[in-house]
């Protein structure tokens, strides 16, 4: 049995159970460690995926893989995390989660362009670049990259949101 089937099966016995938990299944690995497999499970929603919901997932996910029996005989390890910030946004869901972070985006023509995301939606991105707005559709990207910002503690805590809480 290849790695590719076990690979696209699991994606498939997975998906459901992560997505009941309103969360996408961004990817599935299974590595060999030692006399044990890794499979790692990523996910992600927007809002990002706190301690809790990766507990959940994980409780789900171990079931329904001992229920299907979908990793055999052999120990397996269970790692469930999200995406880093260095993950590369390359579907539009990426895109629209990384609203308000400064991003580098390159392009299908071989240029890139570094600039904050303003707003997205179903056909592409609208990004400030130095002040300046300039939309850029999603086939026109080929990749874009969270770019690292050290902010000052005190805007880091405030996400400019509705601010009802606390």
Request: proline fraction near 4%.
């Amino acid at each position: 049995m290849g790695s590719a089937t076990s690979r696209d099966r699991l994606i498939k016995l997975l998906e459901p159970v992560v997505g009941a938990e309103g969360l996408d299944l961004e990817d599935v690995t299974v590595t060999p460690a030692g006399k044990r497999r890794l499979l790692r499970v990523v996910v992600d929603r927007d809002g990002g995926v706190s301690l809790d919901d990766v507990a959940e997932v994980s409780l789900a996910v171990s079931a329904t893989l001992d229920a299907d029996d979908a990793m055999g005989a052999t120990p397996y390890v269970l790692e469930v995390s999200s995406p880093g910030v260095d993950r590369p946004l390359t579907e539009p869901r990426h895109w629209r989660r990384a609203v308000k972070r400064l991003v580098k985006a390159d392009l299908r023509d071989g240029t890139s362009v570094e600039g904050r995301i303003v707003a997205t939606d179903e056909t592409g991105v609208e990004l400030d670049i130095a002040g300046a707005p300039r939309r850029i559709d999603y086939e026109d990207l080929t990749r874009g990259r969270v770019q690292v910002e050290f902010r000052r503690l005190d805007d880091a805590e405030d996400d400019g949101e509705d601010g009802d809480e606390g």
